[in-house]
């Protein structure tokens, strides 16, 4: 939706009526992916497209049926040799298309601005859409309930910039498509050692785009870390000093060379970031914090620190140790406690709250 959202501002801002069709789901071979919108007016002018013209016509005609009726509609389209022309997939694939009456300006302007967003269509009853961010849900549902679980749901998505087709836990039969309008969060990975690897390969399961960074050019290479999206050969602090990063973004450090480390960390722990945590034993950590104060950090930005990294799970291997550092980061990420579900009361899955940027 994002692509054509100021298009639709400046209907609404001419008063313009208009459906909106989205593309909730694909499957095989399609032209675009899910999240991609088409707009027709009541004039009929057209923006944006859902299939890159396999079947645009069919789905023309749905926007002029909710605007007439003022129903949404969800239909699915696929390839048969008797529609492949018509009004099908001549790629072979199936894709679905949600049809809505237009949702409210408020929704529209937060989906065509700059800030991250997800954008959500209730694919039932009132269709509702609404805009969550972070800190904010712009629409309604009409359910106060049914808001919570939605904004709940969207900021998890959002949080790891997925889209596509959910089912509501605690509310059975209640299905959104959430569209995610933020790049994936970033895990920087400092050393390039065998716990790096499986980190590396850990995070990109979880849906982030992961650097690896280390001084040493013979270790850090893309041969060693396939699963990464970059391997960067510097100096950690310096490095990072210089990427981008925002408060979603993880910092593993597997260094454990205070040369290294401690340079890193006193960038690091000044960033308002989601995460830091770095890897080494009891008496590594203290040696570490000692460095740390003498470097002119302050008691508050070395609590921020997570160190040794990882929940006790009695990890050996570095692919146990890899579950260890991302069950905490989930955790922390998700205000988790830790602990064994049997030993907790009250719902199973926490509502994320949203964060203030530290520094």
């Excluded at 308002?272 to 203290?286: I, L, Q």
């Excluded at 579950?323 to 602990?339: D, H, K, M, P």
């Amino acid at each position: 939706m994002r692509e054509i959202a100021a298009g639709l501002a400046a209907w609404d801002r001419q008063g313009a009526r208009y459906a909106l069709a989205t593309m909730v789901a694909a499957d095989g071979s399609a032209p675009r992916e899910p999240g991609a919108a088409m707009a027709v007016a009541e004039s009929g002018e057209v923006l944006g497209s859902v299939s890159g013209g396999c079947v645009e016509g069919a789905v023309y005609e749905l926007c002029d049926e909710v605007l007439a009726t003022g129903v949404a509609v969800r239909e699915s389209f696929g390839y048969s040799a008797d529609s492949a022309f018509a009004t099908g997939l001549t790629c072979g694939g199936t894709i679905e298309v949600f049809v809505q009456p237009q949702p409210p300006p408020r929704v529209v302007e937060r989906a065509a601005g700059p800030a991250p967003v997800a954008v959500v269509h209730l694919l039932e009853g009132s269709a509702a859409t609404l805009a969550v961010e972070p800190g904010a849900v712009h629409g309604t549902t009409g359910s106060p309930r049914l808001d919570a679980l939605v904004a709940a749901e969207a900021r998890a998505m959002l949080d790891v910039g997925a889209s596509g087709v959910r089912s509501l836990r605690c509310r059975p039969g209640t299905e959104v498509f959430i569209a995610s309008h933020a790049p994936r969060p970033r895990l920087l990975v400092f050393g390039a050692t065998d716990h790096a690897g499986a980190v590396v390969s850990l995070g990109t399961f979880l849906g982030h785009d992961v650097t690896v960074c280390d001084a040493r050019g013979v270790f850090a290479t893309p041969a060693r870390f396939p699963d990464a999206d970059e391997v960067v050969v510097d100096w950690p602090h310096r490095y990072l000093a210089t990427t981008t990063t925002d408060t979603r973004t993880l910092i593993v450090v597997l260094t454990h060379d205070p040369k290294f480390d401690v340079p890193l960390l006193e960038v690091a722990l000044r960033l308002p970031v989601a995460y830091v945590g770095a890897m080494g034993s009891r008496r590594t950590h203290e040696e570490r914090l000692a460095r740390l104060r003498a470097a002119g950090l302050t008691d508050r930005e070395l609590a921020r620190l997570h160190s040794p990294i990882g929940l006790d799970l009695g990890a050996r291997t570095p692919e146990e140790t890899a579950v260890s550092i991302a069950a905490e980061i989930v955790a922390v990420r998700r205000s988790g406690t830790a602990l064994p579900l049997r030993r907790t009361t009250g719902p199973l899955h926490h509502e994320t709250k949203p964060r203030p940027a530290t520094t």
